[in-house]
């Protein structure tokens, strides 16, 4: 005894044919959603060195938010890095040195690759960095012979 099947030859061709087309909009739909999403704000990191223009301020040194002691008596209290459209850079530090107030400036240009930064300094060591939305991280010497790791935001 044969038992009568809601799913004749022709309702699964239907069935089947539905489901397709179903699918293929499930997938119109999310291959669109993607593409707008695409084209919205990139908090993963600027393209083009005048989306990264700008002025950055020193937050934290090796985790560790300011003022930072370094050593021998000197204390960074703020520092900026400046970046501009042309791939020059300006990083100026504020601090004391066995409390007397002083500072310097490093200049020079940077070179970027994705979201690795090499810079070439005029004044010290050259070094290296990242960039990743409104933050750039570079390892710095600030002048005592030890790289630290400094996180700027803008």
Request: glycine share 12%; with cysteine.
């Given at each position: 005894?044969?038992f009568?099947s ?11 044919t539905?489901?397709?087309r ?28 005048a989306n ?26 703020s ?7 042309a791939?020059?850079?300006?990083v100026r ?6 409390g ?5 400036d ?6 970027r690759s ?6 070439t ?12 939305g ?13 790289v ?7």
């Amino acid at each position: 005894m044969r038992f009568a099947s809601p799913w004749s030859a022709r309702a699964l061709r239907v069935h089947r044919t539905s489901l397709v087309r179903g699918l293929a909009l499930v997938a119109t739909a999310i291959a669109l959603t993607g593409s707008v999403a695409a084209c919205g704000d990139d908090d993963d990191g600027p393209t083009t060195p005048a989306n990264i223009a700008g002025t950055y301020t020193l937050q934290t040194i090796n985790g560790t938010p300011l003022p930072f002691t370094i050593g021998g008596g000197v204390i960074v209290q703020s520092s900026t890095l400046t970046l501009d459209q042309a791939l020059g850079f300006l990083v100026r530090v504020v601090g004391t040195a066995n409390g007397a107030p002083g500072g310097f400036d490093d200049n020079g240009i940077y070179a970027r690759s994705n979201n690795s930064l090499q810079f070439t300094s005029t004044n010290f060591d050259d070094f290296t960095g990242t960039v990743s939305g409104r933050t750039v991280t570079i390892q710095y010497d600030y002048g005592d012979g030890v790289v630290r790791t400094a996180v700027y935001t803008r």
